[in-house]
C-alpha cells in the first residue's frame, strides 16, 4: 500500500497551507499526520483523519475522505514550517507513511 | 508523562545485528492501551515502520524487514528491543522508539516518540 505526498508546498504567512496524501480507497482507513522540524522527534498533530492532539493548535485541522486525505494549517504561522508526513494502516496491519512534505512559509 | 529514550551502538559493522533497547520512564508499558514501535529514518529521508510488539510479546513487522527482525519486550525492566540482523550501509538511519495508542490497529496513531539513536552500519 502506498501514500503519495507533494513534496514541497509553500505558503505565505497568515494564508491557509493544504498538505495532501492520496492513497487506493485512503477514505476507508484512518489517517495521522505528523510533524517533523529539522534535529527533532516527529509529533502527532492529527490521528483518527480529524482529532487534535492535547497542545496543538486549532489551526491545524484534516479529513480524508475518497482517495486523499488533507492536512489543512489556517492562519499559517513560521513556526509551523517542517516536514508533514502522513501515516494509515494497510490492510495487514502494517503501518505506511507517505514520502513527506516540505512545507515553507515565507 | 511517559517518556521513551533509545540506547544502543551507534556503530555497527556490516553484516552484523544492530541492537537498540528503548527504555520508557513515567508509567508502566502495561497500562493503557498502548504498544511499541520501532520506525526508522535514514538521513534527509522520510519515516520507515519497522514493527511493532504488544506487552503479550506479540510482534508483526514491515515486510521488507521480516526476515531480519526481531523485536521483544519486558516488561519488568520497562523496555523493548530491537535487533536487525545482517545488516547494511542502507540501514543506517536515525531509529526512533514510539509508543503506539489505539483500542483497534486500524485507528491507532504514534503518540510519544523518543529522541532517536543514529546508528551507522560502516567497517
Known amino acids: 500500500y502506498e501514500l503519495t505526498q507533494p513534496p514541497s508546498v509553500s505558503v505565505s504567512p497568515g494564508q491557509t497551507a493544504s498538505i495532501t496524501c492520496s492513497g487506493d480507497k485512503l477514505g476507508d482507513k484512518f489517517t495521522s499526520w505528523y510533524q517533523q522540524k529539522p534535529g527533532q522527534s516527529p509529533v502527532l498533530v492529527i490521528y483518527?483523519?480529524?482529532k487534535r492532539p492535547s497542545g496543538i493548535p486549532e489551526r491545524f485541522s484534516g479529513s480524508n475522505s475518497g482517495n486523499t486525505a488533507t492536512l489543512t494549517i489556517s492562519g499559517t504561522q513560521v513556526m509551523d514550517e517542517s516536514d508533514y508526513y502522513c501515516q494509515a494502516w494497510d490492510s495487514s496491519s502494517a503501518a505506511v507513511f507517505g514520502g513527506g512534505t516540505k512545507l515553507t512559509v515565507l | 508523562q511517559m517518556q521513551l529514550r533509545e540506547s544502543g551502538p551507534g556503530l555497527v559493522k556490516p553484516s552484523q545485528t544492530l541492537s537498540l533497547t528503548c527504555s520508557v520512564s513515567?508509567?508502566?508499558?502495561?497500562?493503557?492501551?498502548?504498544?511499541w514501535s520501532w520506525i526508522r529514518q535514514p538521513a534527509g529521508k522520510g519515516l520507515e515502520w519497522i514493527g511493532r510488539i504488544y506487552t503479550s510479546r506479540n510482534t508483526k513487522y514491515n515486510p521488507s524487514l521480516n526476515s531480519r527482525v526481531t523485536m521483544s519486550i519486558d516488561t519488568s525492566k520497562n523496555q523493548f528491543s530491537l535487533n536487525l540482523r545482517s545488516v547494511t550501509a542502507a540501514d543506517t538511519a536515525v531509529y526512533y522508539c514510539?509508543?503506539?495508542?489505539?483500542?483497534?490497529?486500524?485507528?491507532?496513531?504514534?503518540?510519544?516518540w523518543g529522541q532517536g539513536a543514529l546508528v551507522t552500519v560502516s567497517s
Open positions: 513515567g508509567g508502566s508499558m502495561i497500562s493503557g492501551s498502548y504498544y
Open positions: 483518527q483523519n480529524t
Open positions: 514510539v509508543r503506539v495508542f489505539g483500542y483497534y490497529e486500524s485507528s491507532a496513531h504514534f503518540d510519544s
